[in-house]
């Protein structure tokens, strides 16, 4: 079975630090590449960027470059996202996806609090 | 401000039929990129409903369809159930962005 399993919740301060992750088993992890959505309390899914773990070439969405940065392991089939000092407004669901045109399956999301 | 544009809710009664909208611009439908509709039932994460305008995943019911057209898409719901109630997205690729963008999703409530 093709899966994407992520890291737990995460309750973190402004300013601190925080990577999380995303496995993917069943399949060949670097024959596709990983996305990570974000989706803000009550609001609607926002693409933040893309990496293609055969060689970690990404891209990202010009509303989140420069905010976070997304990086693989391909010998451990892991995709992370992170934060080097979070904001309040970076509290959400973060979910990882698979594929470089639709995006199958979905991870279970990752939900980020940030509050002092 | 989504650079696809959907309904922000539609309702209709059970067994009916209900029809979701995604309008683009020539930089992602218009420009001929393909469109993806997405299922998030509440409190769990998106699932892939269509691909690549009009293509079933194995174990999606033949009672959603999707299609394309110029500059906007439409994803179809026939014979409403009441676990169709859920929000639906739609996804394509837009070049001007060099990336994925998604519509602001729909609401379906099935009265």
């Known amino acids: 079975e093709v899966q994407l399993v992520q890291s737990g919740a995460e309750v973190k301060k402004p300013g601190e630090s925080l990577r999380i992750s995303c496995k993917g088993s069943g399949y060949s992890f670097t024959s596709y590449w990983i996305s990570w959505v974000r989706q803000m309390p009550g609001k609607g899914l926002e693409w933040m960027g893309r990496i293609d773990p055969s060689d970690s070439y990404t891209n990202y969405s010009p509303s989140f470059q420069g905010h976070v940065t997304i990086s693989a392991d391909k010998s451990i089939s892991t995709a992370y996202l992170q934060w080097s000092s979070l904001k309040a407004s970076d509290t959400a669901m973060y979910y990882c996806a698979r594929g470089r045109n639709w995006f199958d399956p979905w991870g279970q999301g990752t939900l980020v609090t940030v509050s002092s | 401000q989504s650079v696809l544009t959907q309904p922000p809710s539609v309702s209709e009664a059970p067994g009916q039929r209900v029809t979701i909208s995604c309008t683009g611009s020539s930089s992602n439908i218009g420009a001929g990129y393909d469109v993806h509709w997405y299922q998030q039932l509440p409190g769990t994460a998106p699932k892939l409903l269509i691909y690549?305008?009009?293509n079933r995943p194995s174990g999606v019911p033949d009672r959603f369809s999707g299609s394309k057209s110029g500059t906007s898409a439409s994803l179809a719901i026939t014979g409403l159930q009441a676990e169709d109630e859920a929000d639906y997205y739609c996804?394509?690729?837009?070049?001007?962005?060099?990336?994925?963008?998604f519509g602001g999703g729909t609401k379906l409530t099935v009265l």
């Open positions: 690549g305008n009009s």
């Open positions: 996804q394509s690729y837009d070049s001007s962005l060099s990336g994925s963008v």
